[in-house]
């Protein structure tokens, strides 16, 4: 894998729990930076591959920056990919680390009826709305940016969409899961345009990392 002369390849990837299972599977495809991402504040990193470099984003920019080909390929929760839609770019693999599901979650017992007109915090408001439009209830959606916990307990919601990984945020702050909106993982993503014009090093990069994930899980 080596892209032609010349040949640029930007992958955007994030700070935090992604980037740490990331770069492992990314060395295995043969693409290491050069310098240590998780200690240096600098936001753009020439790697061992000539040509390829990697890019630190927010999570929720991720797609917008493969969408517009400012970055070729990305790694990405599928919930923020959910929340941005994939217009321009194509979701290649499951990375199949950073797991955990988007529920809903409440204080009391779930819902039975439909009618209800109920507010929901969340910053997923795509996914949100779609969830509840799809049991035939139009909520009134809060957008929220963090600690979504803590709208149900300050009464500026009756239920919030987010992340659950052990279920122990919910829990210490007098919630519960009530309904399971999706697994989720980091996916890989591709600009489209990209993945015609560079076929050859982005083919064989998501073959490379497909290697790997298929590794770990058989490990
Ligand atoms: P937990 O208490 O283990 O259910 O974790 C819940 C909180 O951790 C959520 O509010 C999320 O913000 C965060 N979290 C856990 N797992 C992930 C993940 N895979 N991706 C992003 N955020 C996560």
Known sequence: MKPAKGEQLTIALTKGRILSETLPLLAEAGVSPLESVEESRKLIFPTTMEG????????????????????DVGVVGKDLLMESGDEGLY???????????LMTAGTGQARTGHAAKIRVATKFVNVARAHYSSRGIQPNIIKLYGAMEL?????????????????NTLKANGMRPLEHIADISSRLIVNKASMRTRNHIIASLVERLGTAVASRRDA
């Open 52 to 71: 390829v470099s990697l890019v630190i984003l927010r999570g929720s920019d991720v797609p917008t920056y493969v969408r517009h080909g400012a970055a």
């Open 151 to 167: 709208a149900p307990i300050m009464d500026l919601a009756d239920e919030i969409v987010d992340i659950v990984d052990t279920g």
């Open 91 to 101: 979701e290649v693999l499951d990375l199949e680390i950073a797991r955990c599901r």
